[in-house]
C-alpha cells in the first residue's frame, strides 16, 4: 500500500523509523506528471533499496520569472496510481506553504558547473534545485537518490552539492530513457504541436550525429558542435538555444575532445523548451 505523506514533520518521523529498523531508503525526487522516464528511476530505486520514496513537488525556487511554473503539468490522482504500480512506497507530497512557511534565511547559490549549458540562461534555476534538494535530503534522508541523465547538468550540480557538504548519500544516475523515435521523454513533450511532435526526434539525431563525427576521428570540438548547428537547420523549425560540449560532470571548456565528454543543446519550440545529451567517453 503506498503512502502519501503532506508535512515535513510525518516524513521526517517516518524516515527516522525506517532508518532505525535497518532499511535502506531509495529517493526519486520529482515534480510530478510521471512518464517512462520517472518510472525507470523508481524500478531502479525498487530493485537497490528495501524501501522507495518519491516526491512530488513543483519547487517555485528554481522557475524563472518568464518560465511554466503556473502552467507546469499537474495530475497527482494519476501520478499516485502509476507510483503504486510501480512498488512506491511513499510519496512526500508536501504544498509550497508546507516547504516554505516563512523566507528562507539561507539559500545555496551554485558556484560551478552552472555557468554553461541551461544555467547560462536559467539564473537561479541550479541555486533553487540545490535549495529544496537539500531540504529534501535533510527532510528523507535516503541512502541513495535517482537522477536521470536527461537532466546532465542537473546530476552534476547534485554530485557537487554531495560532494561540498558531505551528504551520506550514494548518487545513482539513469540514462534518459526515450520514445520509439528517439525523443527524450518529458513531462513538457505535451507541449508540442503536431508538428513539432514530428520534427523533435531529430534532437537526438544531431547528437548522434555528433558521435559519429567523433567516432571518425574529430577531435575540435567547434567542428562538431558546427555540424550538429547545421544538422539541426536543415531538420528543425525550433529556435537552436545551445550546441555545447564539455567534460562531465565538471562541466569545463574543451578544446580538444578527450575522456567524459558530454555533447548537450536546448532548442526553444512555441511552448516547449526541449533539452537532450549523449555523454560519452573519448580515447
Ligand atoms: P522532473 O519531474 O522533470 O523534475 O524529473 C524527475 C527526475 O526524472 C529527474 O531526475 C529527471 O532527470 C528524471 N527524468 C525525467 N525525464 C527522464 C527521461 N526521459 N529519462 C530518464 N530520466 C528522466
Do not use: W
Request: charged letters at 25%.
Amino acid at each position: 500500500m503506498i503512502t502519501v505523506i503532506e508535512t515535513v514533520k510525518e516524513m521526517q518521523n517516518i524516515s527516522s523509523k525506517l532508518i532505525k529498523s535497518g532499511e535502506t531508503i531509495g529517493y526519486v525526487p520529482t515534480m510530478g506528471y510521471l512518464h517512462e522516464g520517472h518510472l525507470t528511476l523508481i524500478k531502479k530505486a525498487r530493485k537497490e533499496n528495501s524501501k522507495v520514496i518519491i516526491s512530488i513537488f513543483v519547487n517555485p525556487l528554481q522557475f524563472g520569472p518568464n518560465e511554466d511554473y503556473e502552467t507546469y503539468p499537474r495530475n497527482f490522482a494519476r501520478d499516485k496510481k502509476l507510483a503504486s504500480e510501480a512498488g512506491v512506497d511513499y510519496i512526500f507530497y508536501p504544498s509550497v506553504q508546507e516547504m516554505y512557511p516563512t523566507e528562507m534565511t539561507t539559500n545555496l547559490t551554485v558556484t560551478k558547473r552552472t555557468d554553461v549549458l541551461c544555467g547560462k540562461n536559467r539564473i537561479g534555476h541550479f541555486d533553487g534545485v540545490a535549495t529544496v534538494l537539500l531540504k529534501l535530503f535533510s527532510i528523507i534522508r535516503p541512502n541513495r537518490v535517482y537522477f536521470g541523465l536527461k537532466d546532465a547538468q542537473q546530476v552534476a550540480v547534485v554530485d557537487g552539492l554531495i560532494q561540498d557538504f558531505n551528504l551520506p548519500i550514494e548518487l545513482c544516475p539513469v540514462e534518459t530513457v526515450r520514445e520509439e523515435d528517439g525523443l527524450a521523454k518529458s513531462s513538457r513533450n505535451v507541449y508540442l504541436t503536431m508538428a513539432e511532435r514530428e520534427e523533435a526526434p531529430h534532437l537526438y539525431k544531431s547528437l548522434q550525429e555528433g558521435v559519429r563525427l567523433i567516432e571518425s576521428g574529430k577531435r575540435n570540438p567547434e567542428v562538431v558542435i558546427a555540424a550538429i548547428n547545421k544538422y539541426l537547420k536543415s531538420n528543425i523549425s525550433g529556435e537552436v538555444e545551445y550546441v555545447e560540449i564539455h567534460s562531465f560532470p565538471s562541466l569545463l571548456p574543451l578544446r580538444q575532445l578527450e575522456g567524459k565528454i558530454i555533447i548537450a543543446l536546448a532548442v526553444k519550440y512555441s511552448k516547449a523548451r526541449l533539452i537532450d545529451n549523449i555523454i560519452l567517453n573519448v580515447t
